[in-house]
């Protein structure tokens, strides 16, 4: 299970994604901006993170640059979701190493989710499921 944290100003965004992490056996956590993001990281561990760009008070962007800077929480993956795909911002977040863009109006939860489940065990690294292998029958 992994503890990941869902930052997006719309209510229901949040409860859709993080209805989809529950099911897949994660712990989700939400905040409506950056600043309540920051507030979430230095109260739990977080494992990931789905980061909308466009929100109000501290933005994606901005939030991604002061967790970039600290070394605690700069290899932390996130997953971007905006409306951006073009423009000085879009480069900024692209800069920022964001694992993956899913722009908000063409992509299914299950799409994302299946990404969070790359992020979380890349390939390559052994899942439990995966480094488990019954012995052949005699």
Request: aromatic share 4%; net charge negative.
């Given at each position: ?68 800077n600290d070394k605690r929480r700069k290899h932390i993956p996130v997953i971007a ?58």
């Amino acid at each position: 299970m992994a503890a990941i944290l869902v930052v997006d100003d719309d209510v229901d965004h949040c409860e859709l994604i993080s209805k989809v992490l529950t099911r897949r056996g994660h712990h989700a956590m939400t905040a409506l901006n950056g600043w309540e993001a920051l507030l979430v990281l230095d109260a739990s561990h977080v494992d990931l993170i789905i980061l909308d760009i466009m929100m109000p008070g501290m933005d994606g962007a901005t939030f991604l640059g002061i967790m970039r800077n600290d070394k605690r929480r700069k290899h932390i993956p996130v997953i971007a979701v905006t409306a951006l795909t073009e423009g000085p911002l879009a480069s900024r977040i692209r800069a920022l190493d964001v694992k993956q863009v899913f722009r908000k109006a063409d992509f299914e939860l299950s799409e994302l989710a299946d990404a969070v489940e790359r992020q979380l065990c890349p390939p390559g690294e052994d899942s439990p499921e995966a480094s488990f292998k019954p012995s052949p029958m005699n």
